[in-house]
C-alpha cells in the first residue's frame, strides 16, 4: 500500500485545483491530511521502552568491531560507488519526472485533470514494477531484470515527444516510465544485503540514501532553473532518459566482482 503514497493524491489534486484554485486545492489538502493522521499519530504512537543497562567494558563489543570492518570494506568497494551514482542517477530522474509530468502534459494540450490523473499512474505502476521484480527475481538476476527496467524508462521518456500529444501515447508513455518508478525501494536492500551481508546493512544503506535523498531533493529545481528555462522540456526530457541510460548501465557494471573481504 505505501508504493500508492506519493502520487494517489495526485488525481484529487488536480480536480480541486480545477474547482477551487491552487490556494483551495491547498487547504483542503491539508484538512484532510491533519484530520487523518494527527489522531493516528495521537492514538498509534508510543514512547519507546528504556534501553536496557549492561556493564560498559570499555571496549566495542564483538558485534560493533564486525559491523565498523564491514562498513569500511563497503566504502572500499568500487562496486558501491557504482550504486551509489546508479541509484543518484535514477532517483533524480524519477524526482524530475514526478514534479514536472503534470506541466509537461499541460504543455501538450491536455487539460489539468487528465494530466493529474495520468501522473497518479505512476503510484500504481510503481506497485506493478515490484510485483514484476519479486516475480522475476525467482528466474533472473535483480541487477537484470532492474537494468532492463532502467532502460524501458529510457525509452519511454525518449518517446514522450512523440507519443504524449494524444491521451493514449501519453498513458503508454508514462506506464513506461512508472514501471521503473519504486523499483529501486526493493531493488536496494536486495543488492546491499546479498553483497554485504546483513551485520552492517543499517550503515550502509544510510551511507547509500544520503546523497540519494540529496539529488531527490535537488533536481526537481535544477532541472526547471536549468533546463527547463534554456530549452524547455525537450532538454528536461532528454536529461531524464540519459539519467535512466546511465542507471542501466551502472546496474550491470562489476555485478559480478567478488565482493569486498571485511578484515576487523
Known sequence: ??????????????????????????????????????PLHALTVRQPRPPATTASSGSARPEHV?????????????????????????????????????????????????????????????????LVLTAARRRLPVVTIVAAVFATQATAVLAMPLLAG??????????GFGLGFGITSLATPALLADRYGTTAYA???GRLATPVTVAKAAA????????????????????????????????????TATPPAANG
Not at 494524444?166 to 506506464?175: E, Q, Y
Not at 535544477?222 to 542501466?248: F, K, Q
Open 66 to 130: 564486525q559491523r565498523r570492518a564491514v562498513a569500511r570494506a563497503a566504502m572500499g568497494d568500487a562496486r558501491f560507488w557504482i550504486l551509489a551514482v546508479t541509484f543518484i542517477a535514477h532517483g533524480a530522474a524519477t524526482s524530475i519526472m514526478t514534479v514536472h509530468l503534470i506541466g509537461y502534459l499541460i504543455s501538450r494540450g491536455h487539460p489539468a485533470t487528465f494530466a493529474a490523473t495520468a501522473a497518479g499512474l505512476l503510484g500504481v505502476l510503481s506497485v506493478a514494477g515490484r
Open 1 to 38: 500500500m505505501a508504493g500508492f503514497a506519493s502520487t494517489v493524491f495526485m488525481p484529487l489534486t488536480g480536480l480541486l485545483t480545477a474547482h477551487l484554485g491552487w490556494r483551495g486545492a491547498l487547504l483542503v489538502l491539508a484538512a484532510i491530511h491533519g484530520l487523518v493522521t494527527v
Open 166 to 175: 494524444t491521451r493514449t501515447g501519453a498513458i503508454i508513455s508514462v506506464v
Open 203 to 205: 550503515t550502509i544503506a
Open 220 to 255: 526537481p529545481l535544477g532541472a526547471a532553473t536549468l533546463l527547463h528555462t534554456a530549452a524547455g522540456y525537450t532538454l528536461l526530457l532528454t536529461t531524464v532518459a540519459a539519467c535512466c541510460a546511465l542507471a542501466s548501465t551502472g546496474m550491470l557494471l562489476r555485478a
